[in-house]
């Protein structure tokens, strides 16, 4: 049960987030977002074409240098410079072009950036007003949040400290039932409940404060259990305590020492109780704070009140 009031649906984030968010900034936060990855695609590849037209220079230009030693070495040695050969027009022609590719795509690039930085302004501040929006959504989901987390706090001690408090009351009135064990195992395991509910809703500190004033109850009602019982101890204990008494020859109420006279009756000397009485029955001695007599086995009510002090 309480794990069905735990699994009890709470407030929908999305859907509160949606009210304080405008979804016309949220669509232009993904455009932008789309754009710069754009951006970052063409930048890189009019980057490759940079690298790639820088090949191109260098090897045509290696190529125009060997024609140019060629020539001054004909020029050095007295002969006429030839026309240029197809192969040098080519070489020419093609480190034109690479050149003028070259800076073509530095010029790209630069236009590229000069958007990139446009659009990372535009962002930031979209991205700014995105987020006041946001966390008033999420703080107005909180607030929703712990009013629900109260409530199914509330529904979970709503059942199970009433379940405590009748295994309590089972407990103290039920002693001598046979079932008793099994009402304690209630009273234990709907106590522990307690506490982890309250462990798991409650602030720690709250939690503390019930944690003490718990263990400050049980340890006064312990006392108490414990004080009552000396005060008025059970038949059996009292019974317990006299029969050592007589048979160490020692006054159950006060301990002092009896002497060992058999067939007489007897108080004691220090608190003056009577000790040995004579039989409503059958006239014998018996022991006045035991319940039967020796001889007869005669029962007595007397022993379980007050002890008569002799006159
Ligand atoms: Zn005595
Ligand atoms: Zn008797």
Redesign the pocket.
Known sequence: MLGDINDQEGPDQQLIQNKHIEAELVGRESEFKRQARELERDIARQEEIKTNRQESMSVAERTWNQFGQERWRVLDSGGQPAELSTTEEEAKTLYQKATREFIEANFKISDLQQSQHTISLEQETLDRTLSIQRGAGYSAYMTLYRAHRWRVAAGKLSFVVPLFVLASWLVARRRKSIYHPVLIALLVSSFLRVGLVMEEHFPSEFFKYVGIIASVIIVLSFLVHALRSAATPKEDVLLRRRREAYQKNC?P??A?SVPHEEGKTMA?A??G?DLFTVCDTCDGIRHELLPNCRHCGAQSERWRGVPAVAP
């Open positions: 006054c109420e006060c002092y004691c220090a608190c109780v």
